[in-house]
């Protein structure tokens, strides 16, 4: 039985990659230095701020390079970011059918929550989890533990989405019901190898597979 749904945002519910990759850029540009392959960038997307910096730039100054990013992604995000598609559909779906929603992103809470509200769907949102809400990030199961109790329900009665591999660990280490979706940034067959409870391709997937389960 599912009771509650929990949300990755980034390549799960919204597309943010060019405001993402675009302030990854900018921090290096503020730095004078050469910029990554805006592959390799994408590669990073999910992980805290702090992390991907060490990995795009080692040696760096992380805190300064995360203030460069903040900065510029603050001020641009929200016109280059959108939904995915099916993404207000399946909120809406979820709610009229008193399933409880939450999100646990690498994002910063406030952050999410600006782009959500901008885009129209923060209020569905009763579960708000960043990475200043959890001492370790995915794939540590603590954020999805706590969107759990947040929710009221037991791990096992939350399904969580992600489109990633550390998405999929964190709800199965959690006990939770594990869906990932491709629509992100990792293809269905790299998900699959995860032996998540279930992947797809489109929300509208995910949709059904929930409303199956309730």
């Known amino acids: 039985m599912i009771r509650a749904v929990a949300f990755d945002l980034d390549g799960t519910l919204i597309d943010s990659m060019d405001a993402i990759v675009d302030s990854v850029f900018y921090a290096f540009d503020q730095a004078g230095r050469q ?22 730039a080692p040696g760096c100054d992380v805190e300064q390079y995360v203030q460069w990013y903040r900065t510029h992604y603050k001020e641009t995000a929200a016109e280059k970011t959108v939904l995915m598609p099916g993404t207000r559909e399946l909120l809406a779906v979820l709610s009229k059918a008193d399933i409880r929603i939450g999100f646990a992103t690498a994002k910063k809470r406030e952050m999410a929550e600006m782009l959500l509200a901008h885009l129209g769907v923060l ?8 990475p200043a809400e959890v001492t370790f990030p995915k794939p540590h199961p603590e954020a999805v533990l706590q969107c759990a109790t947040q929710l009221g329900v037991p791990p096992e009665e939350l399904a969580y989405v992600g489109d990633m591999q550390y998405d999929i660990e964190a709800a199965q280490r959690a006990g939770a019901i594990s869906i990932a979706v491709s629509t992100g940034f990792v293809d269905r067959e790299t998900l ?23």
Do not use: M, W
């Open 35 to 56: 910029r990554p392959p805006r592959v390799v960038v994408t590669k990073t997307i999910g992980k805290p701020l702090e992390e991907k910096f060490a990995q795009l």
């Open 192 to 214: 699959a190898a995860c032996n998540p409870d279930a992947v797809f391709e489109h929300l509208n997937d995910v949709q059904h597979y929930i409303l199956a389960r309730l």
């Open 123 to 130: 209020s569905y949102f009763t579960c708000r989890i960043g």
